[in-house]
């Protein structure tokens, strides 16, 4: 599928702007500053439509030219272009998120409380607990709870400095 124009983005503007316009006859440098592009575009645009000719130019009726742009803003190819560019800018923006987010580096502190076994770990504000099996985890809540009650100020301590 061969790329669409570039002016496909501001066609919605383009078609307010052709409403607003009290002239009735566009040449091609109007069409290029309208629908910002080079001679040969503008003049890619205007052929085909109704107009006059002035001199060696050719200028087309404005109402010829705000029917194709409406005619293409109603098309399949417009909506299915639009909805393609949504999905772009979306996977863009995501892609910018998780960038963003790999670019933080956290420190990764904990501190080993006397006592707990292997697979506690507290650090920032948290406590993780690794287990294989409900048994495994009952055991281990045991064991915080048996530290809790022999080291209160050590566990109160690293509690509060979030392990640190």
């Not at 629908?35 to 575009?41: A, H, N, P, Q």
């Amino acid at each position: 599928m061969p790329a669409l124009p570039l002016w496909y983005d501001r066609l919605e503007e383009i078609v307010e702007e052709l409403r607003a316009m009290d002239v009735a006859y566009l040449d091609r440098d109007a069409v290029e500053k309208l629908f910002r592009v080079g001679e040969r575009r503008a003049r890619q645009l205007i052929a085909g439509l109704a107009g006059v000719r002035v001199g060696n130019a050719m200028a087309v009726e404005r109402a010829e030219m705000l029917a194709r742009c409406e005619g293409i803003l109603r098309g399949d190819e417009f909506r299915l272009e639009r909805v393609r560019r949504a999905r772009v800018a979306e996977s863009v923006e995501a892609a910018q998120r998780v960038w963003a987010g790999r670019r933080v580096r956290l420190e990764r502190s904990s501190r080993r409380l006397a006592g707990l076994p292997e697979g506690i770990e507290m650090g920032g504000g948290e406590m993780r607990i690794r287990y294989e099996d409900a048994m495994e985890l009952a055991e281990k809540l045991w064991k915080i709870s048996q530290v809790m009650a022999e080291d209160w100020e050590g566990f109160a301590a690293a509690a509060a400095t979030g392990g640190d």
